[in-house]
């Protein structure tokens, strides 16, 4: 039982490269999250996918586009990465969102973008 | 809006010394209240729960008491290690929503 898991776990791209962040979890969980992690700025929610087949954006989605390609595996792309993309990515599942369970998070990925 | 507020840190202790971190929220209905660990280069591990008002969360020695009369969930621990050096996370799920409100995080070094 792996939880939540991400790749990759480092990366480095250049202004304008494009990337795709993948995750997929294994506890058959419907919900399925991305965050950023910035300094001082805690967690904030870029993209949610409420069950399969659904997404919708969070707090900062501009720049990201997800893809919920079935029930485990929750995608996050980077069309033409800028500077201020920088950070540490997170991806969560919850059981049900709706209902308030606990998120788990898998072990995130730090984007480097010059 | 619903939030969460928590105290700046850093948080320097001795091993040993007795642990509050202080954790206030504000929501419009009966949220579900968390606290999550995130040790150095990892993602965020749940440390404990609670979802109704006088619940006790509690795991690895850590407690929180959802108090609703003063909208807090406070972490506290009877006696700290320096394994506990970490940064906290205070976190709320109103349900009904499928969004999670986190604070900022307090960062807390336990010194041998």
């Known amino acids: 039982n792996a939880g939540v898991t991400q790749t990759p776990k480092f990366q480095v791209l250049k202004t304008g490269q494009s990337m795709t962040l993948q995750c997929a979890q294994d506890?058959?969980?419907?919900?399925m999250y991305w965050y950023r992690q910035d300094p001082g700025m805690g967690l904030r929610l870029i993209y949610y996918?409420?069950?399969?087949?659904?997404?919708d954006k969070g707090e900062v989605p501009n720049g990201y586009n997800v893809s919920r390609l079935n029930k485990r595996e929750f995608s996050l792309r980077l069309e033409s990465a800028a500077p201020s993309q920088t950070s540490v990515y997170f991806c969560?599942?919850?059981?049900?969102?709706?209902?308030?369970?606990?998120?788990?998070f898998g072990p995130g990925t730090r984007l480097t973008v010059t | 809006g619903n939030s969460v507020t928590q105290m700046e840190g850093p948080v320097t202790l001795s091993e040993e010394a007795f642990l509050t971190i202080n954790c206030t929220y504000t929501?419009?209905?009966?949220?579900?209240l968390f606290w999550y660990v995130q040790y150095p280069g990892e993602g965020l591990q749940l440390l404990l729960k609670?979802?109704?008002?006088?619940d006790k969360g509690s795991n690895k020695g850590f407690e929180a008491t959802y108090r609703k009369e003063t909208t807090s969930f406070h972490l506290e621990k009877g006696s700290v290690q320096v394994s506990d050096s970490a940064v906290y996370f205070c976190?709320?799920?109103?349900?009904?929503?499928?969004?999670?409100?986190f604070g900022t995080g307090t960062r807390l070094k336990v010194l041998a």
């Open positions: 969560a599942s919850s059981r049900d969102g709706l209902k308030g369970y606990e998120q788990y």
């Open positions: 506890m058959n969980h419907n919900s």
């Open positions: 996918s409420a069950s399969e087949g659904t997404t």
């Open positions: 929501a419009t209905g009966y949220p579900s």
């Open positions: 609670a979802t109704k008002a006088d």
């Open positions: 976190a709320l799920s109103e349900g009904g929503t499928y969004k999670y409100i």
